[in-house]
T-cell receptor, first 111, second 113 residues
Framework: GQQVMQIPQYQHVQEGEDFTTYCNSS?????IQWYKQRPGGHPVFLIQ?????EVKKQKRLTFQFGEAKKNSSLHITATQTTDVGTYFC???????????FGDGTTLTVKP | DGGITQSPKYLFRKEGQNVTLSCEQN?????MYWYRQDPGQGLRLIYY???????QKGDIAEGYSVSREKKESFPLTVTSAQKNPTAFYLC????????????FGEGSWLTVV
């Protein structure tokens, strides 16, 4: 099936440093969603991107959708310890069973 | 409060036993899902259902079974045929079948002893 690949798998940063995770697909995506899962918790929806080249911001988080709609990125400026967790991208398909999650990028932040 | 309730949160099972994980939602969502998550890994789809009395296999359905007799409920049975059932199981739902936010329950940890 259609997959989305995320890199890196792990990222360790010092508090205050920036962080970026990338989501790539070999096929054009109709949309991309981002979720965050805190350690021991469950994934929580962050945002959805649907337009080519779209950029959305949530405070220190910036989400981008590539012009070709084959990749997306999540950038966190000046990380804080509250940012720790695993960030997943997901391609949400045309029916319930066609949604595909990336393997996630796990972020750890050293105070 | 509206949401998805999974129970139990922690469950221990002896080898050879079946176990059923409960999932109830009061969000009036049509679609419901079960995902499996192994430590440090992503989400793999076990089963999904788009409407009552209908469900489809996901990517890793072998050794699992589900039912969807009510819109609100989507229980998952982990059968003895599942060779490596120890994992974190996440139930989820979404309002429509196309491009909508997926809401997750808090998950159930299953350990085979």
């Amino acid at each position: 099936g259609q997959q989305v690949m995320q890199i890196p798998q792990y990222q360790h940063v010092q508090e205050g440093e920036d962080f970026t995770t990338y989501c790539n697909s070999s096929t054009t995506l109709s949309n991309i969603q981002w979720y965050k899962q805190r350690p021991g918790g469950h994934p929580v929806f962050l945002i959805q991107l649907v337009k080519s080249g779209e950029v959305k911001k949530q405070k220190r988080l910036t989400f981008q959708f590539g012009e070709a709609k084959k990749n997306s990125s999540l950038h966190i400026t000046a990380t804080q310890t509250t940012d720790v967790g695993t960030y997943f991208c997901a391609r949400v398909g045309t029916n319930a069973g066609k949604s595909t999650f990336g393997d996630g990028t796990t972020l750890t932040v050293k105070p | 409060d509206g949401g998805i309730t999974q129970s139990p949160k922690y469950l221990f099972r002896k080898e050879g036993q079946n176990v059923t994980l409960s999932c109830e939602q009061n969000l009036n969502h049509d679609a419901m899902y079960w995902y499996r998550q192994d430590p440090g890994q992503g989400l793999r789809l076990i089963y999904y259902s788009q409407i009552v009395n209908d469900f489809q296999k996901g990517d890793i359905a072998e050794g699992y079974s589900v039912s969807r007799e009510k819109k609100e409920s989507f229980p998952l049975t982990v059968t003895s045929a599942q060779k490596n059932p120890t994992a974190f199981y996440l139930c989820a739902s979404s309002p429509r079948t196309s491009g909508n936010t997926i809401y997750f329950g808090e998950g159930s940890w299953l350990t085979v002893v």
